[in-house]
Nanobody
Framework: QVQLVESGGGLVQAGGSLRLSCAAS????????MGWFRQAPGKEREFVAA????????YYADSVKGRFTISRDNAKNTVYLQMNSLKPEDTAVYYC???????????????????WGQGTLVTVSS
């Protein structure tokens, strides 16, 4: 299994920006598609964004499309989530996840990912 560690969460005012990072170790990073999910209190974990192993395919939830950008640097074994125009409803614990796959198709479902980080809290104040 690949090990994942997220960072970059924090408190930000509505309209602000944050960039999350997820550092991977233990396996060849370029063998994995990567995803970001989030879970708000009392709610189920939901898909936010995903990126294929090469970075050539990207997927977004409708709720974040146009505001969030996922990217990866395979030389640094890191995936990023740039979050702009943040809203209070974006408040959640954000999780990084890895899926062992060389496909360009990345299912937007938690069960499709086999490795998870511990999460980083993002709080957006109104």
């Amino acid at each position: 299994q690949v090990q994942l560690v997220e960072s970059g969460g924090g408190l930000v005012q509505a309209g602000g920006s944050l960039r999350l990072s997820c550092a991977a170790s233990g396996r060849t990073f370029s063998n994995y598609a990567m995803g970001w999910f989030r879970q708000a209190p009392g709610k189920e974990r939901e898909f936010v964004a995903a990126i294929s192993w090469s970075g050539g395919s990207k997927y977004y939830a409708d709720s974040v499309k146009g505001r969030f950008t996922i990217s990866r640097d395979n030389a640094k074994n890191t995936v990023y989530l740039q979050m702009n125009s943040l809203k209070p409803e974006d408040t959640a614990v954000y999780y990084c996840a890895a899926r062992a796959s060389k496909s360009t198709i990345v299912p937007p479902e938690p069960r499709a990912f086999g490795s998870w980080g511990q999460g980083t809290l993002v709080t957006v104040s109104s």
